[in-house]
């Protein structure tokens, strides 16, 4: 009788090193995949990370871009109000200086004036046009940015699901294994 008592304790003891034999490789393949997971979300959530910094700047570039060319626009009415003022000049009787009255052909040389300002207006317009084509680089460029992080966003949350399924079956076998 005593035997059998020891049999079934044997048993019982087979059965425990069994279920903790399992549990544990269960456990460590359940380690591994959210090992793999975590590593690829730490990787995802730097690339976010320096994706979002990138989108900052190209953000930041675009603006003072689009500053910049309000700045050539209001350089070339300026020079076009220079150049009207020049016209202007030329085609009075008076060759006086209406407010101080000295003879504006002495202090200003009107030909070389306007085509000063000809030539600034036309360097204007070329930066202008230069400044256009990297607005459309940068746009490009953020519109890129901003579909990587998207999609690196929405997969991101998938590897998320996938850590809280893994750890869900993990508690789910263990609390019936127990």
Do not use: W
Not at 112 to 123: G, Y
Not at 156 to 165: M, R
């Amino acid at each position: 009788m005593k035997d059998s008592g020891y049999e079934k304790i044997d048993e019982q003891i087979e059965k425990l090193d069994n279920s903790i034999k399992n549990y544990k490789e269960k456990y460590l393949s359940s380690k591994t995949e959210l090992n793999k997971y975590d590593t690829e979300k730490d990787s995802l959530v730097k690339t976010i990370y320096l994706e979002e910094n990138e989108l900052i700047n190209k953000q930041e570039i675009l603006t003072r871009a689009h500053l910049l060319r309000k700045q050539y626009i209001s350089d070339i009415a300026r020079l076009k109000a220079t150049l009207e003022a020049g016209e202007y000049l030329n085609d009075t009787q008076s060759r006086n200086c209406p407010v101080c009255d000295s003879n504006i052909e002495e202090v200003v040389n009107i030909l070389e004036l306007t085509m000063a300002t000809n030539a600034e207006i036309v360097k204007i317009n070329l930066l202008l046009k230069e400044l256009e084509e990297s607005q459309k680089i940068y746009i490009s460029e953020k519109d890129e940015i901003e579909n990587s992080l998207k999609s690196n966003k929405k997969y991101l949350s998938e590897i998320v699901v996938k850590i809280q399924d893994e750890i869900k079956v993990f508690l789910e076998d263990l609390s019936k294994n127990i």
